[in-house]
């Protein structure tokens, strides 16, 4: 069994869950930059990591360039994020804009709790965050998206690491590097 994490985050916690996915899989761990077809091509498992961005998943447009090479791939595919958890309609909204339909339907979705420190934020960022908060009604998710959070735990990530072990069935193998 061959397979691949790749992933696409800004301010690390993305990086982060795919490192400890990496280390618990053993897995070949790629930016979505530098992900090479040749590699998805060998991967008989694929993880992709995302973090989102005002409602979109930021690995989006990856995922449709490379919806060619990802058809009839199995694919986990796992969603960093400031919604809580429980809120699944406004989540599938998410996937929605960012996933093409033929591809979500392939894949089996985890949706893991980010981190946000707003010192480290680009000032494009603190400027959108601050305009969503203008327009966020509830006070507990102005305040969080104001005052930041960390809510990154390994342990968020139990249940795709059993999913992924039970699809491999065996320890799965890195896929071939450059
Ligand atoms: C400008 C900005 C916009 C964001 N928009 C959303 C959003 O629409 N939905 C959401 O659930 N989280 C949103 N987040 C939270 C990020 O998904 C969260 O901070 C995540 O941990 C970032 O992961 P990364 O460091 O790998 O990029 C936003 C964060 C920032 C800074």
Partial sequence: MKGIIVYKGKYGTTHQYAGWLRNELDLHLAP??????????????????????TGKLLIGKWLKNNIDTLRNKKIFLFAVCGTPVSETKKLQTYLESSVPAELLHQCKVYFLP???????????DKLLLRMGAMLTKEPEAK??????YDNVKEENMDELVNDIKTFAGIKAEPVLQE
């Fill in 32 to 53: 979505a930059e530098n992900c090479k077809k040749y590699q998805l091509e060998l991967s008989d498992v694929i993880v992709i990591g995302s973090s989102i961005y």
């Fill in 114 to 124: 980010g981190r946000l420190v707003y010192k480290n934020l680009s000032w494009t």
């Fill in 143 to 148: 305040n969080s998206m104001l005052a930041g």
